[in-house]
């Protein structure tokens, strides 16, 4: 679903919290104009951002346990709408790559901690990051496919830079926004000895058919996912 209001045309993660809140006012709307006076007033609580972002960071680990071995080490976070969350951790040691894949074994971690704070939870992220399931996997590829993803991640940031500098033009000429309100956020962390650096982006949502993104880096994170999902 899209939709073009007056500002620019953005696809960003802010989007997802809008695309919820029309999502639940809709909902509520439906709900109250079906439902007894006593039921109209129910509310159902949302996870804030803060105590989800903590929980993912608890279930899905980016921190390097030794950062003197690592030559450089890229973290794909994948936050659906819908589907289940995962992350990949891919870590270069020098003389092999240690590629890590974390998948909700509850799905969708967004809603599976609304549904816990609506039947009664507390909102801690600790206590709900334990009632969250991940199922870990360690992978061994070839040095070449890593090579290979090394050398995509850096012409796929170019080419992605390229095209959010002519949206943002295009946006301006228009004044129109072209908002994405299903898709999934798509955060990538790079570090390389003391050099850091991180995106997040809002794209289609995985797994679409067809469709693995509009921006090439959002195509490069599928493309692994695709790939990693499909190695024994």
């Known amino acids: 679903m899209r939709i073009q209001t007056i500002f620019s045309r953005l696809i960003c993660g802010f989007v997802l919290a809008a695309g919820l809140s029309v999502a639940s006012q809709v909902s509520l709307v439906n709900a109250q104009s079906n439902a007894s006076p006593d039921q109209s007033q129910r509310t159902y609580p949302v996870v804030s951002w803060e105590v989800y972002y903590a929980v993912l960071d608890t279930v899905f680990p980016r921190n390097d346990p030794d950062t003197n071995k690592t030559f450089f080490e890229f973290v794909l976070r994948f936050e659906p709408s819908s589907h289940e969350t995962s992350q990949i951790v891919i870590r270069n040691r020098g003389d092999k790559t240690e590629v890590t894949e974390y998948t909700s074994l509850d799905g969708n971690i967004f809603g599976k901690l609304n549904e816990a704070l609506a039947h009664g939870a507390k909102e801690d992220a600790a206590a709900l990051a334990k009632s969250i399931r991940v199922k870990r ?17 850096f012409d796929s940031v170019i080419a992605t830079q390229k095209t959010l500098q002519q949206t943002g033009a295009e946006s301006l000429r228009t004044r129109s926004v072209d908002l994405v309100l299903d898709g999934t956020t798509y955060n990538v962390w790079y570090k390389q000895g003391l050099n850091k650096t991180s995106m997040s982006l809002y794209d289609v949502e995985v797994d679409t058919p067809g469709s693995d993104g509009e921006l090439k880096l959002v195509q490069w994170m599928n493309r692994i996912r695709r790939e990693v999902s499909k190695t024994k």
């Open 137 to 153: 996997r360690e992978i061994t590829l070839p040095e070449a496919q890593i090579k290979g993803w090394y050398k995509d991640f």
